[in-house]
């Protein structure tokens, strides 16, 4: 009974192409997070959204999109993959309020 | 610009001994830190957390130190199993920022049996 799943884990793709991961958190939390884990470890934070709406935008590539269709989830859509995106790239979720994060266990992306 | 820092990207500790995880800052407007564990094809949990008006925080083994002067944070250990093998990652934010953390790259604790 995951709380927070991500789907797929795995991802190889061609350079060029259109790709989407799911995120769903079945923890009723209001804010959902989308973080990019580079190759030194760093996590970077892409996006939030509060209760559907888009609360954070970090500098991130147009070709990336997120979408929530409810305050469960919240998908990332990816046009035109590059090489430097490939990353782990894991999706979470928290209460409105100013504690940790439960964490998906991330989505390896990897573009060839 | 990583505004947390974790500089020892490893740790190698015998079993039953203390295990010291260091974590240093550098915004002064951060006033809640957190420490997550992530075992290897797992997102990382939250683990413990610390609030800037206190220096201190225990939960059972694990305790966290906060030196705001020194912007820096540790989290210990005691006793050490081999179960606490994982990487550990500090996180730092400001509250009322929309819950966004800046995380540091993480320390990956081995525990010698």
């Known amino acids: 009974d995951t709380a927070v799943s991500q789907t797929p884990k795995y991802l190889v793709t061609q350079m060029g192409n259109d790709k989407s991961i799911k995120c769903e958190q079945n923890?009723?939390?209001?804010?959902m997070y989308w973080y990019k884990q580079d190759s030194k470890k760093f996590l970077k934070i892409m996006f939030s959204?509060?209760?559907?709406?888009?609360?954070i935008n970090e500098t991130v590539p147009n070709r990336f999109s997120p979408k929530s269709p409810d305050k469960a989830h919240l998908n990332l859509h990816i046009n035109s993959l590059e090489l430097g995106d490939s990353a782990v790239y894991f999706c979470?979720?928290?209460?409105?309020?100013?504690?940790?994060?439960?964490f998906g266990s991330g989505t390896r992306l990897t573009v060839v | 610009d990583q505004q947390v820092k974790q500089n020892s990207p490893s740790l190698s500790v015998q079993e039953g001994r203390i295990s010291i995880l260091n974590c240093d800052y550098t915004?002064?407007?951060?006033?809640?830190f957190l420490w997550y564990k992530k075992y290897p094809a797992e997102g990382p949990t939250f683990l413990i957390s610390?609030?800037?008006?206190?220096d201190k925080n225990e939960d059972g083994r694990f305790t966290v130190f906060l030196n705001k002067s020194a912007k820096h944070l540790s989290l210990h250990i005691v006793p050490s199993q081999p179960g606490d093998s994982a990487v550990y990652f500090c996180?730092?934010?400001?509250?009322?920022?929309?819950?966004?953390?800046?995380f540091g790259t993480g320390t990956s604790l081995t525990v010698i049996p």
């Open positions: 915004n002064s407007m951060f006033d809640y």
């Open positions: 979470a979720s928290s209460p409105d309020s100013n504690y940790g994060y439960t």
């Open positions: 959204y509060n209760n559907k709406e888009l609360i």
């Open positions: 996180a730092a934010s400001v509250t009322n920022t929309g819950n966004q953390f800046y």
């Open positions: 923890l009723g939390h209001d804010t």
């Open positions: 610390i609030s800037s008006i206190k």
